[in-house]
């Protein structure tokens, strides 16, 4: 039951490579690394998670992305992120018209980020402003300096921030455990500079910045993610 959850919402996040148009054999590479990493033995059920993402990429694939979304979607009216449907549904189609990403990819990491912000006690909304300047919603994003994933985590200096201590560095590009690690690093950046907005800039390894950058954009964009969803809370909204 557990590799099923882990294929199907590995599914829903590749359909961020099929709405940028990613080759299929790309994205079945991409399916077979998740599976891999999650342990996965059948490669069947990696194969249908694939078949989602192709039918969707080719523009004929309503009945596969209505799959994805109820795969991928919270039980509850309310979603995992504890909002109301409104602004959860705000916040993501915001996210997706900005960044160009398919909702039904953005939605489960809104939902991550919040479980993560909650479980370590930062901001969920700053993590998703960070995740948004830091990758544009890419889970396999790799910068030159070897930060990796949607938080843009660099493995060898925070394994002791995985759960079960050190791993292969492969981990880091599994969604989940890279907003989990990122949330953590956010917090400690944050208590460490003594602020937010010097937190941000050690974060983003920008401390020599004076005109703190890097923490305006996050700020800004945190700010534009709460007014899509405040806009959805008010009356006729």
Same mark, same amino acid.
Do not use: C
């Given at each position: 039951?557990?590799?099923?959850?882990?294929l199907?919402?590995?599914a829903? %996040?590749?359909?961020?490579?099929?709405?940028?148009?990613?080759?299929? #054999?790309?994205?079945?590479?991409?399916?077979?690394?998740?599976?891999?990493?999650?342990?996965?033995?059948?490669?069947?059920?990696?194969?249908?998670?694939?078949?989602?993402?192709?039918?969707?990429?080719?523009?004929? $694939? /309503?009945?596969?992305?209505?799959?994805?979304?109820?795969?991928?979607?919270?039980?509850?009216?309310?979603?995992?992120?504890?909002?109301?449907?409104?602004?959860?549904?705000?916040?993501?189609?915001?996210?997706?018209?900005?960044?160009?990403?398919? $909702?039904?990819?953005?939605?489960?990491?809104?939902?991550?980020?919040?479980?993560?912000?909650?479980?370590?006690?930062?901001?969920?909304?700053?993590?998703?402003?960070?995740?948004?300047?830091?990758?544009?919603?890419? @889970?396999?994003? /790799?910068? @030159?300096?070897?930060?990796?994933?949607?938080?843009?985590?660099? @493995?060898?200096?925070?394994?002791?921030?995985?759960?079960g201590?050190?791993?292969?560095?492969?981990?880091?590009?599994d969604?989940?455990?890279?907003?989990?690690?990122?949330?953590?690093?956010?917090?400690?950046?944050i208590? $460490?500079?003594? #602020? %937010?907005?010097?937190?941000?800039?050690?974060?983003?390894?920008?401390?020599?910045?004076? /005109?703190?950058?890097?923490?305006?954009?996050?700020?800004?964009?945190?700010?534009?993610?709460?007014?899509?969803?405040?806009?959805?809370?008010? @009356? #006729?909204?």
């Amino acid at each position: 039951m557990r590799l099923g959850w882990r294929l199907r919402e590995t599914a829903a %996040l590749l359909l961020h490579f099929a709405h940028g148009g990613l080759l299929a #054999g790309g994205i079945l590479a991409s399916v077979a690394i998740a599976a891999q990493y999650s342990g996965a033995v059948r490669f069947d059920l990696a194969r249908n998670a694939a078949q989602s993402v192709f039918a969707a990429a080719g523009g004929h $694939g /309503e009945s596969a992305r209505t799959a994805a979304d109820s795969n991928t979607a919270p039980r509850s009216g309310a979603g995992a992120s504890g909002r109301s449907s409104a602004a959860r549904s705000a916040i993501v189609q915001y996210l997706a018209r900005r960044y160009r990403v398919a $909702g039904v990819a953005i939605e489960p990491l809104v939902d991550a980020a919040h479980r993560a912000g909650s479980r370590v006690g930062v901001d969920p909304l700053l993590v998703v402003a960070v995740m948004a300047i830091e990758s544009g919603f890419n @889970p396999f994003a /790799e910068s @030159p300096v070897g930060a990796r994933g949607l938080m843009q985590v660099v @493995p060898r200096f925070h394994q002791d921030k995985l759960e079960g201590g050190s791993a292969d560095d492969r981990a880091f590009l599994d969604p989940l455990t890279n907003i989990l690690v990122g949330a953590r690093v956010l917090k400690e950046s944050i208590q $460490g500079a003594g #602020g %937010l907005e010097a937190g941000l800039q050690q974060y983003a390894g920008a401390t020599g910045d004076t /005109e703190n950058k890097y923490a305006s954009r996050v700020i800004a964009e945190r700010r534009r993610i709460e007014q899509a969803m405040r806009k959805s809370e008010r @009356p #006729g909204g």
